[in-house]
């Protein structure tokens, strides 16, 4: 079956370290993937998406490639500040309709002043 | 934006009660809901994906006599923990999939259950 991996966290980091959170996966097919962010006491927020190989999907300064040949999507970013502290989720999904997403355990990122 | 709001944010409930967690699409239809479930340093895991009057459908291992989903409404969806015991303390998340939008997908804040 379909499956993520993400690195495990909790992931400290000085405001403007260079930030990389690992994700690879594991599909059937040519999966759609993502990345979604969860700001404490808030609920997952889509960050960025890439629907194919080669594709690169960025916001907020946050990028990340999708690599059929590594099947990864690491997300990274050159300059983190201490608003980009969260939970970070890499996710797939396979289809469309109702497909559901399939998530990684999720990263927590702490980044101090 | 769009938002989900979801309900209770947290609750602790003594074993053998029952919970209910509401989740609700504030500004838009969304004919497909889905509940997950995570347990501390896990995925979040699909526990069903429920569809506006129509059975939840759930995936295997989830017992749905103990979790029983109501989607009654376009815009709510219901979740209930029966009889609850201490192995069903975990944090429950919904999302709600916007009627005719494949990736509109928009997320709750969670539910953390705690069953003493």
């Known amino acids: 079956g379909n499956s993520v991996t993400q690195m495990e966290g909790p992931v400290t980091l000085s405001e403007e370290a260079f930030l990389t959170i690992n994700c690879t996966y594991t599909a059937t097919g040519y999966p759609s993937l993502f990345w979604y962010v969860q700001y404490p006491g808030e609920g997952l927020q889509l960050l960025l998406k890439?629907?194919?190989?080669?594709d690169k999907g960025s916001n907020k300064g946050f990028e990340a490639t999708y690599r059929k040949e590594t099947t990864s999507f690491h997300l990274e970013k050159g300059s983190v500040q201490v608003s980009d502290s969260a939970v970070y989720f890499c996710a797939l999904s396979e289809g469309s309709g109702n497909t559901p997403l399939v998530f990684g355990k999720g990263t927590r990122l702490s980044v101090i002043a | 934006g769009a938002v989900v709001s979801q309900h209770p944010s947290w609750v602790i409930c003594k074993s053998g009660t029952s919970v209910k967690i509401e989740c609700r699409s504030l500004d838009f239809q969304a004919t497909t809901m889905f509940w997950y479930r995570q347990f501390p340093k896990q995925s979040l895991m699909l526990m069903a994906t429920s569809n506006e009057g129509s059975k939840a459908t759930y995936e295997q291992g989830v017992e749905k006599d103990k979790f029983l989903i109501n989607h009654a409404s376009l815009t709510l969806s219901t979740l209930t923990v029966t009889s609850a015991h201490p192995e069903d303390s975990s944090f429950y998340i919904c999302?709600?999939?916007?009627?005719?939008?494949?990736?509109?997908?928009?997320f709750g804040s969670g539910t953390q259950l705690s069953v003493l």
């Open positions: 890439a629907t194919k190989a080669d």
């Open positions: 999302s709600a999939r916007e009627e005719g939008k494949y990736e509109k997908l928009f």
